[in-house]
């Protein structure tokens, strides 16, 4: 017998969170080990879940008027060099090539963490009029960073993502750009992956290194800490001026072009399973689930069932991504499946379904069964993955604001994080030493000032002088 | 004024081939060089390109039962050196790890040239029953190679290309999987590239490290040199026994499983740009072209004009990849510039055209003009598109056929390299001798042994001893 034939137990997320994600990603078959420390293989199944993804963010990526290119993975060690925060931001955790074949390289060459500097250099030798502007690149690529410790999508020495890289001929432009994508990403996290967002800005703390500010899209997940989605980088004339990238405008003069920056990555997966998941494993929304609708014939021994169900397949095939497990494993094992790979919707057709001109369909979130006749089921099942997608993105939504909490004394704060571990509202003054002693005391970072501002209280949480602004907190992945 | 506003004069191909080729990748903005020796940016024309050439290999590579994943880009030092032929293969053009962030590491890390490796120790971890098998999965992805001399698409220290790798239960399986990739090759190749293919296999000599023997589609170049477009690998049981990938076949025996690779790299749009072009700059192939049809107003700034322009535009829309260049450019210059990209179809319209009710379609293959009635040109597009693919298709296999002759001797041999340059069809004793002398002496290369045999002559045109087979050599790229 293959180890196949067998769905092993996970832990209970209540039991051991981390143990739990652990056990999904391995048990459905997300993931496996690479043989570098801290790298991962992404298994037919969840490389199916990053394509779904990626198709939708990559369309509106092109419908917001951006193209795609392909700059190098490897960058000359003088040219990270260049932009004195960015540098500072990156060294620590790059990957140095030194030799090529025997050869000693005489400089050593950089594996991209990120790829500003490339941009702006081909930026600085392109870019001459205002006629060249703007000019609206993205990238799909992998980057590395030399992680201390890893964890499968959240946090890997090598993942994928996309990179954006935008030049303006002005500020107005590239700051609309910034909230332009940050809105592109909200929409993809919102609207296809169910995971409600809190949009705001980085502290200065926080923000990427060498922009301007940082715009970001925060989530929460099911154990009550944080996950950054994506982030959307306004350098204002930064990087130009460190790289020369100047154009001449209308009147004939010089100017420096604004830019930005913005990015998702695979640890999106790692959000959709613990903002969705259960201890019965995943539960993926339809919008983007590589299989919406999974039949599993029941007695498929009798006559005729098979049949039924390879009908059905075909007819269901037309409405949504369907398929068939017909192989010769229980119906009980099969149903196990079904849960621990989150298929947002189980079919059931049996003799008894087939005398009945009905088949069985069996949500994922809720586990509510419906029996449908057969002539129904192309109208009904359409309707079904929507409310399937909305109860999703309700849940999550009413989950969040369960555990937001507001606190404006470092006690209360202290106390939610104990209890009621989630995002925490508080009142800060904007002084970084405030963002550090809560970081040090309560292992809890600001996550985000929210474009939505309430005023919680009158007083920073921390040190109790005159509070600047509303900031969400919470311990993070 | 900006650059763009210029299209420089190209080199004649008949002048200088290779700065022709230079010239072209950069003028219709293909590519530009990165800052590390030998790596290339893709611009947006040339990423759009290999994006249509990509979906439609993913989608066969679907159609036939694979599916993707995706492996690390790391793989230590030892992995690499556990198949003999495999690691004296790629060893000698290996980008080397040896630090990360400040820490020099244990064991030295490749930067991926190919990932067999890797996907043997994820088979010897993952196949445990002839259930599992077969296993086919394919990655898109960048590898690394350190070459000495480069050239933008067709030799690069990093390209982006897809590998297949899969694990079956028989020899006769992994041997029709191996020729099932090839068709396919073949197939995107001469039905969406247009680029005629000679199927064979590889000598001992030129096959894969590692490989028992590896099938090759190849094709001819305008000046006469040969270009590999796409390979595909019968590992046989090599990589296996290395890594120990054995399965319990039904009779509870274990097994060791048969393998296959393949891959298809960014080269071949190098084999588009030699194939297809002309003095005046690329010719795209209207199936994978990124634009198919360019609009360009005459005489735009007389009333009317422009508007009749963009609702052409949104009418063919609809059945075309068509854009419209409204810029304030002369059209002399928007001709050239669709020249240089290659657009298969170029309408005008202007005063003249709008008061006879028609539009001119400008076939870029031959430089044919059609006057179409504007009700009838929804009609014509589509077909026309067809022409074109299809008189592309035709003329470079014309031309190959005119580039291919029989040699009997070396003298000939050498002659036909001299006068007439491109593929020698010539019988072979078999022998890696002669292989290397005939290298050695005219720099020609053994191309297939093709599938299609026929017998040009008695003897080896080495050695003059026996023939076992007829090759196809060529200088290649």
Not at 51 to 61: A, S
Not at 409 to 438: H, Y
Request: proline share 4%; glycine share 6%.
């Amino acid at each position: 017998m293959s180890k196949k034939d067998f769905v092993e137990k996970i832990t209970a997320m209540e039991d051991d969170f981390a143990q739990w994600y652990t056990d999904v990603v391995k048990q459905a078959q997300l993931v496996d080990y690479g043989s570098v420390r801290g790298t991962m293989i992404i298994k037919p199944y969840g490389f199916a879940l990053w394509e779904n993804m990626r198709d939708e963010l990559d369309r509106q990526i092109k419908e917001t008027g951006h193209t795609n290119v392909y700059f190098p993975l490897f960058i000359p060690e003088s040219l990270l060099q260049k932009e004195k925060d960015h540098v500072e931001g990156f060294a620590p955790e790059v990957a140095w090539v030194t030799h090529g074949g025997d050869e000693e390289l005489g400089e050593r060459i950089c594996v991209r963490p990120t790829s500003e500097v490339l941009f702006c250099e081909y930026y600085s030798n392109n870019i001459h009029s205002y006629r060249d502007l703007p000019m609206l690149y993205n990238q799909w690529s992998n980057v590395v960073r030399w992680e201390k410790t890893t964890r499968p999508f959240l946090r890997s020495l090598e993942f994928l993502w996309q990179e954006g890289h935008t030049a303006h001929a002005a500020h107005e432009d590239a700051a609309e750009e910034t909230e332009r994508m940050l809105n592109v990403y909200n929409d993809v996290c919102e609207n296809h992956l169910a995971i409600p967002m809190i949009k705001g800005y980085k502290t200065e703390k926080e923000k990427f290194a060498g922009a301007k500010y940082t715009m970001t899209i925060e989530s929460l997940m099911h154990d009550g800490k944080a996950l950054q989605a994506g982030t959307s980088h306004l350098f204002g004339t930064g990087f130009a001026e460190a790289f020369d990238i100047q154009y001449l405008d209308e009147d004939g003069n010089q100017q420096y072009v604004h830019q930005t920056s913005w990015g998702i990555t695979t640890r999106l997966i790692g959000a959709l399973i613990m903002v969705h998941g259960d201890n019965r494993g995943l539960v993926i929304p339809p919008r983007i689930a590589p299989t919406q609708v999974m039949i599993v014939p029941i007695a498929q021994h009798k006559e005729g069932v098979l049949d039924k169900a390879y009908d059905l397949r075909d007819q269901l095939a037309k409405i949504a991504r369907v398929d068939i497990d017909a192989s010769d494993k229980m119906p009980g094992w099969k149903f196990n499946e079904c849960e621990m790979k989150g298929y947002p919707v189980r079919v059931e057709i049996g003799p008894k379904d087939i005398e009945k001109g009905q088949v069985v369909l069996v949500r994922r979130d809720t586990g509510e069964k419906e029996f449908v006749p057969m002539d129904q089921v192309e109208e009904r099942l359409p309707a079904l993955l929507e409310e399937i997608q909305q109860n999703l993105f309700d849940k999550a939504l009413k989950h969040r604001e369960e555990k937001t909490s507001v606190a404006t004394n470092m006690e209360e704060f202290q106390q939610i994080l104990d209890e009621k571990p989630g995002f925490i509202k508080a009142m800060w003054c904007g002084d970084v030493a405030c963002e550090e002693k809560i970081k040090e005391d309560t292992m809890a970072t600001s996550r985000c000032i929210p474009f939505e501002q309430e005023k919680v209280s009158e007083a920073c949480v921390c040190c109790g002088k005159e509070a600047k602004e509303m900031v969400y907190w919470a311990r993070a992945y």
